[in-house]
Structures are given as structure tokens and as C-alpha cells.
């Protein structure tokens, strides 16, 4: 389930300046370092690429998912 998920995502860590929710765990990620998930589109009418999804991970699970193989 967290494989379809979280692939074909663009991963960069970032610090989380609103008050953001961890994907996994559910935990507050405000003002704290987090690994931020997009995933690119592109909107037929326009052609162009539109950002459509969004999903913020903590630090640690993002180094279990890593450990797992599921990123």
C-alpha cells in the first residue's frame, strides 16, 4: 500500500514552516526537519506541469521506508 503511495515522487528535505502532519505516524511536523514528497502532473488544457499532491514524512520513517525498500 505505502509502495504505490509514495513512488514516482520527487523527495526533498525541508524544514516545515506550517503546521504539517507526518504521512505515517501522524505526528506534528512544525518547525522541525521533515522529508517532503510532490508529485508532478500535467494539466491537459494548460500543458503545463501542476503540482497536485503533496505528502510531508519525519526524518526516521523516512529512513525505515529506505531501509525497506519501499522508496
Known sequence: ???KILSNRQWSF???LKNRI????????WFKYAYRGQKNTYDI???RK???D????DSEEY??????GIL
Open 54 to 57: 503533496e505528502i510531508w514524512i
Open 50 to 52: 501542476v503540482i497536485i
Open 14 to 16: 525541508r524544514l516545515s
Open 1 to 3: 500500500m505505502f509502495r
Open 22 to 29: 507526518c504521512y505515517i505516524t501522524g505526528k506534528n511536523l
Open 63 to 68: 529512513y525505515k521506508l529506505l531501509l525497506n
Open 45 to 47: 488544457s494548460n500543458h
